[in-house]
């Protein structure tokens, strides 16, 4: 376990906004990552985990308590079954998952991150989410002061959405399971651009591989990979959830999906975009990405207060134009 004094965290988040830690512990395994959450919660520091650092937007103050770095890594295959350390970047575990023949996740590649985020926001793209595969999280209760293994039931997964999520700070995750398929080809392929670029209908499957890199591929053009030589790949990736709104209130002309009971998916990016925040669209040293608009980049110098406020202003103007609430995925992070 390393402890460090006043470490930036702007380098150390994909935004790269953000002020000093007071304490930066970097943790290499789950047990000294209880040791460390413990530790800070006994003194009564204020405590931030920090994984990928590729949804959170930093705070410009920097954090006053500790900082813990998640940086356990690992992957133990059981069978067709996987559980990985939190602290293994997610496309990691997308890469050996292909390689060993496992369907199940090959849609989710290019995520940046750890793995011990994807519960939280359960993640999702290209017609697949982390709830899908997922069976289940170990975990550290810092309510109770104990480890537990929570099933997918008691994870209560929704769109983006999580019980970790709505309890913040309560969990800290240890461990995520995944029961996977033993498969040459994909599970049946349900996002049309991702069909149409592997050149297949939607519901039919293809090679695991392909999958993969098409999806590679496709986030590359949006800038969605994270490269720390693409200044476009400065983001948190989507910085909007699709709203999902009640079907007699879809925006006429935005592109929209079924959601169940009565309910519609709505395209967020459609909707940053006609509020007149199109791709390229920049104020001071934040914006909109040149390559998708629900991307918002930084450039070098840029603030998190900066960020935050592009961001209220395309809320608000969506709001007033449309009369829908977009939320917002990163969580912005208060000292």
Not at 108 to 132: D, F, H, M
């Amino acid at each position: 376990m390393q402890v460090r004094s006043d470490v930036p965290l702007a380098p150390l988040t994909t935004l790269g906004v953000g002020g000093p830690a007071a304490r930066l512990v970097e943790v290499a395994d789950a047990a000294e990552l209880v040791a460390a959450v413990r530790d800070a919660d006994e003194a009564g520091r204020p405590l931030l985990l920090l994984g990928g650092g590729s949804n959170v937007v930093a705070p410009d103050e920097g954090w006053p308590g500790d900082v813990v770095l998640v940086r356990s890594r690992g992957i133990a295959r059981r069978g067709t079954e996987l559980e990985v350390q939190a602290g293994e970047p997610w496309e990691d575990v997308v890469a050996y998952a292909v390689g060993e023949g496992l369907a199940g996740i090959e849609a989710l590649a290019g995520i940046p991150g750890s793995t011990g985020a994807t519960p939280v926001q359960n993640v999702g793209a290209y017609g697949q989410e982390v709830a899908q595969t997922l069976t289940t999280v170990r975990v550290w209760d810092r309510a109770e002061k104990r480890e537990q293994t929570l099933t997918t039931a008691e994870c209560g997964f929704a769109y983006r959405d999580s019980r970790f999520k709505r309890e913040p700070g309560r969990f800290v995750v240890l461990t995520v399971g995944f029961a996977l398929e033993e498969s040459a080809v994909s599970r049946p392929v349900g996002y049309a651009e991702l069909a149409r670029a592997l050149g297949v209908e939607l519901g039919e499957t293809a090679p695991l591989a392909a999958v993969r890199e098409a999806v590679l591929g496709l986030r590359r053009g949006k800038g969605m990979v994270w490269d720390p030589a693409d200044p476009d790949t400065r983001s948190a990736g989507s910085f909007f959830t699709n709203p999902v709104v009640p079907a007699d209130r879809a925006v006429e002309g935005c592109p929209s999906w079924p959601a169940g009971e009565g309910r519609v998916k709505l395209s967020a990016a459609w909707l940053v975009q006609s509020a007149g925040f199109g791709r390229g669209t920049r104020r001071g040293l934040v914006g909109t990405s040149p390559r998708h608009s629900l991307a918002l980049t930084t450039e070098p110098g840029a603030t998190a207060a900066e960020l935050l406020a592009f961001a209220a202003d395309v809320v608000a103007t969506v709001q007033e134009r449309f009369g829908v609430t977009l939320e917002q995925e990163p969580t912005a992070v208060r000292p």
